[in-house]
């Protein structure tokens, strides 16, 4: 590699690092709504809480599925884990889920269809990147990980040129991104611009001057 290709590689990466912000829990100008504002997503979470009541009922002597009885074990086994290691036990455990773009699924009427899977339907068909993102957060609250350390993140992917979700964990010092490919991150690597996040409590928007996409039916 030439000189100039060297200079210029490095002033290229300088300008990434300089405007690698890493994901805030505590911008509290992004605060956008009440969960329950947002009716898809509202119903993501009671579909949620019966189906965690499921897996918390799901005993060796009990009517469930594999998937359930598993989940119903892996929570039990690290529940008094310290917090990271409950984030990398689920992380891994729901990884493990066949990965499904739903974008590829035409329906009848001949539009992409985008919506939310239950615990149900993702650990039997699997899902996208916000199912998997999704899928770790509402296990994590079920391990004890409390609701304001965590929130599913939809952003921009720069290099890919594509919308991404991800699981957002605040770590105390650090907020880490936990990602559908198995990898855990600081969340200051300027791959990503984040557009807007939600959890049980609330729904942030995080880019509302550049008109980035809300989530629909808000």
């Known amino acids: 590699m030439s000189l100039r290709s060297q200079i210029l590689l490095a002033a290229c990466l300088t300008a990434v690092a300089a405007h690698a912000e890493p994901y805030r829990f505590d911008a509290d100008v992004d605060y956008l709504a009440p969960a329950a504002m947002w009716d898809t997503w509202q119903a993501t979470i009671d579909a949620y809480n019966v189906d965690l009541a499921k897996v918390a009922a799901c005993t060796?002597?009990?009517d469930c599925s594999g998937r359930f009885r598993s989940l119903n074990?892996?929570?039990?086994?690290?529940?008094?884990?310290?917090?990271?290691?409950?984030?990398?036990?689920v992380n891994a455990w729901v990884n493990r889920l066949r990965y499904r773009d739903d974008r590829t699924q035409i329906g009848p009427d001949g539009r992409m269809p985008n919506e939310f899977r239950s615990l149900t339907e993702f650990t039997r068909r699997g899902g996208d990147c916000e199912d998997f993102a999704i899928a770790k957060y509402f296990l994590l609250r079920e391990a004890g990980i409390p609701a304001a350390q965590l929130r599913v993140v939809v952003a921009r992917d720069r290099p890919h040129h594509a919308y991404h979700a991800v699981l957002a964990y605040d770590a105390g010092d650090v907020s880490w991104l936990v990602e559908t490919d198995g990898t855990i991150s600081r969340s200051n690597h300027g791959q990503y611009r984040f557009l807007y996040a939600m959890n049980e409590e609330g729904v942030w928007d995080h880019a509302p001057a550049e008109g980035a996409p809300l989530p629909r039916r808000l």
């Open 60 to 62: 060796e002597n009990s």
């Open 73 to 89: 074990h892996l929570l039990g086994r690290i529940r008094d884990l310290p917090a990271d290691q409950r984030v990398r036990a």
